[in-house]
């Protein structure tokens, strides 16, 4: 459902925090997120959590948009730079994690705001997650150990086969999430894409609103193009040739979309001249997908 707070937005979403609700600013990637929350956090004496499946590791810096210098002195951020650039982290964890900075922002009197574009990580933080059977310590290993017989693409194609829509917002290099979601599979005999789409927000943990910034499309493409091109001028390829020389090539971030382009590039894979248009064509993908998940919810539009 789309609404319109046009110029009142500042006001309408200080009214909302100001009644006891969390204002989570969703949207798609590079379309102001931090921007509108550090604004908003100003103007009532807010604290921003992030929810962003990159932001959260130490190291992935330029090419994950976090807060700036100039950002966190505006709004204090959590769930920044928290996690060794290999850590595991899950939905559930982040969670549990946001949660406690969420009830620590409560208890210095200000206003808890989540921003961020993983929406599974806002959906768990503020509804928590579909039903799923519990974790088979023999699947896993099994599916390790096919993993490091015949590559990760061999497990994210048998992915591919039993649940499409997973497989297609998942990276085949990302081997925690992509054997979780055939193991649901191979448990349930239901794809976990399936389970998700038909959790509904019915049993909020949290009191929140969903807002997102409208963004003409032609006008995001134009932002994203801007922003890539930025990124690889501020050091992008050097952090990550820094990363994979430490051995973090096969950390879980570094599948996240344009960490696995650039990486690809530094392997060797991909040109230089080609490297910009394929992280912003990627991107403009993945932005769309994240406009498809949000017009399935009851989401607060407001002009930028």
């Not at 505006?74 to 994690?97: N, T």
């Not at 310590?137 to 390790?144: L, Y």
């Amino acid at each position: 459902m789309e609404g319109d707070a046009g110029d009142a937005a500042l006001p309408a979403l200080a009214r909302i925090a100001e009644e006891g609700s969390i204002v989570a600013i969703v949207g798609p990637t590079a379309s102001g997120k931090t921007d509108l929350a550090c604004r908003l956090a100003e103007a009532i004496g807010g604290e921003v959590v992030s929810a962003d499946s990159v932001q959260v590791y130490r190291r992935f810096d330029v090419g994950s948009g976090k807060p700036t210098r100039a950002e966190l002195s505006r709004a204090p951020h959590h769930m920044v730079d928290v996690l060794a650039p290999d850590e595991p982290i899950d939905a559930a964890r982040y969670a549990e994690l946001a949660s406690r900075a969420i009830l620590g922002i409560r208890s210095r009197g200000k206003h808890p705001i989540v921003a961020g574009g993983t929406f599974l990580w806002v959906k768990a933080l503020l509804f928590g997650l579909a039903d799923a059977p519990p974790a088979d310590a023999g699947v896993r290993e099994r599916h390790k150990a096919l993993a490091a017989e015949k590559g990760r693409p061999e497990l994210h194609r048998l992915l591919a086969e039993k649940d499409p829509a997973s497989a297609a917002r998942l990276h085949p290099n990302d081997l925690v999430r992509v054997s979780r979601a055939l193991e649901v599979f191979e448990l349930t005999g239901e794809p976990l894409s399936a389970r998700q789409e038909g959790h509904a927000f019915r049993d909020a943990k949290h009191a929140a609103r969903l807002v997102a910034r409208r963004v003409d499309p032609t006008e995001l493409t134009a932002r994203i193009t801007r922003r890539v091109g930025d990124w690889l001028d501020a050091g992008w390829i050097d952090e990550v040739e820094a990363l994979a020389k430490d051995g973090h090539g096969e950390a879980r971030a570094m599948g996240s979309v344009g960490y696995r382009e650039v990486y690809a590039h530094v392997r060797g894979e991909l040109a230089r001249d080609e490297l910009e248009e394929r992280i912003v064509r990627a991107t403009r993908v993945f932005a769309r997908r994240q406009r498809t998940w949000l017009g399935r919810e009851e989401v607060l539009w407001v002009d930028g």
